[in-house]
């Protein structure tokens, strides 16, 4: 009896997730990996807070292809950098401009990190596909 609750509240809990599926195009080094956060609020968005997944996937081409699974219904931004000497931070400049590639959900922020309103987006109970290009 256990087993078959256990099995019934799993299957429950799947059917309210949707994945998200991030198609990154314009990585200019195939090598290190893309950091990417998923955020749901700005607080988190403006590194104030925890993102609900993160995910390191290695360069391996010019273009990624990253799913990430069970994530309940809503809204969320997305952030990432292309981390190509694979430091674990995005290099940049004396001034701070980027020295490595970056983007977020909406193709926002090619002249500095936009606002979580900017880059938020509604992932449908069907799942969302996303391309981002990395500036």
Do not use: C, W
Not at 119 to 127: E, I, R, Y
Not at 128 to 135: A, G, I, R, S
């Amino acid at each position: 009896m256990k087993l078959l609750l256990a099995a019934v509240l799993l299957l429950a809990a799947n059917a309210h997730a949707a994945t998200l599926t991030l198609d990154i195009q314009g990585l200019s080094k195939k090598s290190g990996h893309v950091l990417i956060a998923v955020h749901t609020n700005a607080a988190s968005f403006n590194d104030k807070g925890k993102p609900v997944a993160v995910r390191s996937v290695e360069v391996t081409d010019s273009k990624l292809t990253v799913t990430i699974p069970d994530l309940a219904p809503g809204d969320y931004a997305v952030s990432l950098f292309h981390d190509a000497n694979d430091n674990n931070k995005l290099d940049t400049n004396i001034i701070g401009i980027p020295k490595e590639g970056y983007g977020f959900s909406n193709n926002v922020g090619a002249r500095g990190k936009p606002r979580f309103d900017e880059a938020k987006f509604t992932l449908g109970a069907d799942g969302t596909t996303l391309t981002l290009v990395v500036f």
